[in-house]
């Protein structure tokens, strides 16, 4: 990695070698460079006003921060329902249990939203079912796929039977969505 330094004699330049080839070097030669990696990351603070990473924790983290604000600018936005739509039940079954899902879908036929109904009321297999098709709703109305989002689940031995009542889902809304 190459740093440039702006002095008050000019533009200094210096190559700072970091990761595998510091554990590879004798003891002097790593001390020496990190020296100038402490002198290099002090002076860039002082004359430019940022902090140059010195530890690859610090570049992670350095890493991370630069992603976010790359992606924030590129925020996804959701496509609201409107308040009357069309909509298709289906029963599925997983596990020996029967399933009622019921997928809404916006005008332009694209699946917008799913709900479950069939297990026990306030057992915890019931939450998860309701967490679960809040998520995949989101993200039906964040724009994704259903065929991907199906692809995404898990799968059992046979790389196509659902491994979860949820890939189920999944597998329902996008055969619903391709049809």
């Keep these: 990695m ?7 004699n000019g533009v200094a ?15 002097d030669v790593r001390r020496r460079i990190s020296q100038v990696i402490d002198f290099s990351w002090r002076r860039c603070a002082e004359t430019c006003g940022e902090i140059i990473p010195h530890t690859p924790y610090a570049r992670a983290r350095a890493r991370e921060g ?6 924030a600018g590129r925020a996804m936005n959701r496509a609201r ?4 739509r069309p909509n298709l039940t289906a029963a599925v079954e997983h596990a020996g249990r029967s399933y009622a899902v019921t997928i809404g879908f916006y005008p332009d036929g694209r699946a917008g939203e799913v709900f479950t109904h069939g297990a026990k009321a306030g057992s915890e297999i ?8 809040v998520a995949i709703s989101l993200l039906l109305q ?13 799968r059992l031995g046979d790389g196509r039977s659902p491994a979860s009542i949820i890939g189920a889902l999944a597998d329902l809304v996008a055969r619903e969505a391709a049809s």
């Design 66 to 71: 630069a992603r976010a604000r790359a992606l």
């Design 142 to 154: 964040l724009g994704i796929e259903p065929a991907a989002l199906a692809a995404s689940m898990g």
């Design 126 to 133: 019931d939450f998860l079912l309701d967490d679960a098709c």
């Design 13 to 27: 330049k210096l190559l700072i070698f970091l990761g595998g080839d510091v554990a590879e070097m004798c003891g």
């Design 2 to 8: 190459a740093l440039k330094m702006r002095g008050g």
């Design 81 to 84: 329902l409107p308040d009357r």
